[in-house]
């Protein structure tokens, strides 16, 4: 077949992608194995990839890092966990694989032979990035953005695009403009973003706000400046990230984000054509991905963190990364590595997709079967957020404290008045809460080691409410608790009748339909206003 460019191929391209990626979803894989798995096809069919592509590919990246912005604050970056444990794995896996890579170039075999020291260290560079899309992705799905694995596992990615992009500027040559000092004078323009947040309403005014920033702001702006954009989207979005309405805002650009970032994947598929030598070569580069996440999960057991959370980030981590490609891409157009390192490192950053996404979906489970073997590696210390926790007198615990766990404790609060708790991974929500005199302590309900935690002595807890937003968190945590043994009543929130009847099914006494629910709740509501208003009950006719 005569190549075509993806743009002339629309249909069939869209046609692909749409069928692989509901495969990957019907067999428990992410949709983004199969869009990877349509791009190799494409490409075997004469789809070539493009300009339209790469663009569509970049807005996607853009829209990822300013959404990851919002939800990121700076100090999260200066945890020693973060900016030490990235850095530290850094430096022993560009070396102990540069190294690697090096002696099997002196025994010259295959794409190996010639590599020198410098080249070796490069690919090595290229290979110790993990993948900010898939982590985000998979943390996303499972609802832990705010947990404590997934703000450590999203805040080393961070420091890994950080040393990214210095590579990139250093790799151009180019100096960063003598204007780019102006670049802080986006901070005083806070208050001006947050009053144009303000005002922008709850319509199509907050996603094209959301575009203004990341764009306008960010990317351009960098831009003229010499300096890298996705890093102008990215501070853009932290810039912004302590407004009330950063995560309406970072709602409002999801599926934007999530089309583009289709144009992502099938454009790693579409940059080169594998073959059986360079299959079996990136086959090698990934059995080395244990060693990467074993050494993510040794360095944050260092830094204190529970066994439990060193796995959960770790699995995040263990993988290879979209950055790896630019890498290489950089390498190859200098003339410091081959081409076909570039299509290796394709097919290698694939297969570790398809390995992680599963791992990662059982996450839990494999913790809570491999418990035994890795709570040798805590630290006798804890970590100040894994410390044990005390649920005081507390009848009733809420999980899950976001706008129905709220409403649901100031409910309890102003009508029933009986003790309560509210639980939330969040920290800075749980603080928000806490300012607001609102019961509430840190902790993550999909934790095997909760209970544990929890200091029985002063457990009174009679009730538990799961109000977390994602179905498979509030499943999972229904199976922690039964478990456990618990022998109180559990209700649950529910977005769609089958997950009612699944949490019904695994021990759930209520299961709360919110959308099925919502009108009965709307006129109990009018009906308690009519009778305040008139006196009489709103059943009764009006004269």
């Not at 609102?438 to 009679?462: H, K, L, P, Y």
């Amino acid at each position: 077949m005569e190549p075509t460019s993806i743009v002339a191929a629309f249909p069939l391209s869209l046609a692909i992608a749409f069928i692989f990626g509901l495969g990957a979803r019907l067999i428990g894989l992410p949709p983004m194995v199969g869009f990877l798995v349509a791009g190799f096809l494409l490409h075997a069919l004469g789809v070539r990839s493009d300009e339209v592509i790469r663009e569509i590919a970049d807005f996607g990246v853009v829209l990822l890092l300013f959404t990851i912005g919002l939800k990121l604050k700076v100090k999260g970056l200066v945890r020693p966990e973060v900016w030490a444990g990235a850095s530290v794995h850094m430096l022993i896996t560009v070396g102990a694989f540069g190294l690697g890579l090096y002696a099997l170039a002196l025994t010259g075999f295959s794409v190996f032979a010639g590599l020198d020291v410098e080249t070796a260290l490069l690919i090595a560079f290229a290979l110790s990035f993990s993948s900010t899309v898939f982590a985000v992705k998979v943390l996303e799905e499972k609802g832990e953005m705010d947990s404590m694995h997934g703000r450590t596992a999203i805040g080393i990615l961070i420091m890994q695009d950080i040393f990214a992009v210095v590579f990139l500027t250093i790799s151009s040559g180019k100096v960063p403009s003598p204007w780019a000092i102006a670049l802080l004078g986006l901070i005083p323009l806070r208050p001006v973003l947050y009053y144009l947040l303000d005002k922008v309403g709850h319509g199509e005014l907050l996603p094209l706000f959301g575009l203004f920033a990341a764009l306008a702001l960010g990317v351009a702006t960098f831009e003229m400046v010499g300096m890298k954009p996705d890093l102008g989207a990215l501070l853009l979005g932290m810039l912004l990230a302590h407004h009330k309405r950063a995560s309406e805002v970072a709602d409002s650009l999801f599926s934007f984000k999530e089309i583009f970032l289709v144009g992502f994947f099938l454009n790693i598929g579409l940059s080169g054509a594998p073959t059986l030598e360079g299959f079996g070569i990136a086959i090698l580069l990934v059995l080395l991905i244990p060693l990467k996440g074993g050494l993510f999960f040794y360095l944050l057991t260092r830094f204190r963190l529970r066994a439990r959370s060193s796995l959960l980030s770790s699995l995040s981590l263990a993988n290879y990364s979209e950055f790896g490609l630019i890498v290489g891409a950089v390498g190859v157009e200098k003339g410091w590595i081959g081409g076909e390192w570039l299509v290796i490192v394709a097919i290698a950053l694939s297969i570790s997709f398809i390995i992680a996404a599963p791992l990662n979906r059982a996450a839990h489970d494999l913790y809570a079967r491999f418990r035994e073997s890795m709570v040798p590696f805590e630290t006798e210390t804890r970590h100040p957020e894994d410390q044990p926790l005390d649920t005081g007198n507390a009848d009733i615990a809420i999980f899950g404290m976001g706008r129905m766990g709220t409403g649901a404790y100031d409910y309890i609060e102003d009508r029933i008045g009986v003790p309560q708790i509210g639980i939330d991974s969040d920290a800075e929500k749980v603080e928000a809460h806490q300012t607001a005199g609102r019961n509430v302590i840190q902790g993550d309900a999909t934790d095997s080691d909760f209970w544990e935690r929890v200091q029985s002595d002063r457990n009174n807890v009679r009730l538990i409410m799961l109000a977390m937003p994602e179905h498979h968190a509030n499943m999972y945590a229904l199976k922690q608790i039964m478990a456990a043994g618990f022998d109180g009543y559990v209700a649950a929130l529910a977005h769609y009748p089958d997950h009612a009847a699944a949490l019904e099914e695994a021990g759930a006494h209520i299961a709360f339909n919110v959308f099925d629910e919502a009108g009965a709740g709307f006129a109990a509501h009018v009906e308690s206003k009519i009778e305040k208003l008139t006196g009489t009950h709103a059943s009764t006719p009006a004269e």
